[in-house]
């Protein structure tokens, strides 16, 4: 006899293991749907890049992007498949189970009907009471007579609660295995479209080797635009470290620099939308491997018409015009600098204190339809790695 308790430790379980895939499956889906947006947000940034016949570096890292957007994708997917999977396994193993109880009930109350004809046969139940030897043995009677006729009843009702737990699983295995096929064709979608990427990716990177003497032109003026960069946010940081935090009555640099320092990795971006293009340090050139490129600050690649925004409070320390940069401004926040270029119509003015998240102004799109924004942090003279004080995306 399968006992109550058995079942319903059993169900304990299943209901345990479920809500595990469940909550398994929610984080996947929710992954996937970043990936998605980060895709969606490529897109529209590579179409932009597509209408200039040039074919360009930023062209480049975009359809690079898009290509880490799809494999990221597609490995998602993939887990998610294959937490399917498990869970089509533990739902078959359930449902065999739950087969298996119903036969065995159904068997034993098969045994209970045979048994409870014999004894009618035999010996009915008012004889067998009244011939009880004392009201002791009648009383026992009575009372084995009465359960046997209960559990008979919640034997019935028990096989009907099986069946019902059986019909449920089995529509959640068709839920799964239906959910299943939808992943195996999306990931054969992604798989084709990623492909495709990659053939672009090949053709671009045969289109610009051939004009390898002038990527290294291009590569040369922005060295010297960075020179210039360094020369001028160093100089700044010099003339300001000579005043006390504390001397600036238009605002408290000694709370703000506290405040920055406290929100490292969760700083917004200073742009609504985009990704890393170019990160901080030396790597080498995308295009030409044996060429080490340096970047003070990081790329961030975004659509046209985008703005820039101040990513905390502080005070413009500087605003100026370097070639191959356009408009560059510098906020200081005490201990702290942001440096903002490629910009135009700005919004600012010098010794302007200005709150988190102000338009500083609009980006610029050059002439192969890149809308890049250059951003640097500094710690008094010391360059930072910017994607360690912004949020990760």
């Known amino acids: 006899m399968l006992s109550k308790t058995f079942s319903y430790l059993l169900l304990f379980i299943f ?39 040039t074919v360009s570096i930023g062209r480049l890292k975009v359809i690079n992007r898009q290509i880490s957007n799809r494999q990221n994708l597609i490995s998602s997917l993939r887990s998610d498949i294959n937490s399917q999977n498990r869970e089509i396994i533990s739902l078959t193993n ?32 008012i004889s067998y009471i009244f011939s009880s030897e004392n009201y002791n043995q009648m009383f026992r009677r009575m009372n ?32 799964v295995k239906e959910s299943k096929n939808y992943l195996l064709r999306s990931e054969l979608s992604e798989n084709n479209k990623l492909q495709n990427l990659k ?16 990527i290294r032109m291009e590569i040369d003026k922005r060295k010297e635009a960075l020179r210039k960069i360094d020369i001028l946010i160093r100089e700044i940081i010099r003339k300001e470290s000579k005043v006390s935090l504390s001397d600036d009555e238009s605002i408290d640099l000694e709370r703000v620099s506290s405040e920055f320092e406290s929100l490292i990795g969760k700083h917004n971006w200073p ?32 659509k046209k018409s985008s703005k820039a925004f101040s990513i905390f409070e502080g005070k413009i320390s500087t605003i100026a015009f370097i070639p191959g940069m356009n408009n560059v401004v510098i906020i200081n926040h005490g201990n702290y600098f942001t440096l903002y270029a490629r910009l135009k119509n700005l919004k600012i003015e010098k010794d302007q204190v200005i709150p988190k998240g102000h338009v500083i102004g609009d980006l610029v799109t050059n002439s192969d339809g890149i809308t890049e924004l250059q951003f640097q942090v500094w710690k ?6 910017p994607e360690k004080w912004i949020i990760k995306k």
């Open 15 to 53: 209901l345990i293991n479920g809500l595990r895939g469940q909550e398994s499956r929610v984080k996947l889906e929710n992954d996937r749907e970043v990936n998605i947006q980060k895709i969606n947000d490529a897109e529209k940034i590579l179409i932009e890049t597509e209408k200039s016949k």
């Open 94 to 125: 359930i449902i065999s189970s739950l087969n298996k109880d119903i036969k065995l009930l159904t068997n034993e109350y098969a045994d209970m009907i045979y048994n409870s004809y014999k004894s009618r046969s035999s010996l009915t139940q």
């Open 144 to 175: 084995y007579l009465f359960q046997y006729s209960s559990f008979r009843k919640n034997q019935i009702g028990e096989i009907q609660e099986v069946k019902n737990k059986l019909k449920l699983e089995e529509e959640n295995l068709k839920k």
């Open 199 to 214: 053939g672009r990716q090949k053709k671009i990177i045969s289109d610009l080797g051939r004009r390898q003497d002038k």
């Open 271 to 302: 742009v609504s939308s985009g990704f890393i293009s170019n990160r901080f340090g030396e790597h080498p050139h995308p295009v030409i491997k044996s060429v080490k490129v340096k970047n003070d600050g990081v790329d961030i690649q975004t």
């Open 380 to 385: 008094n003279n010391v360059k930072l790695n």
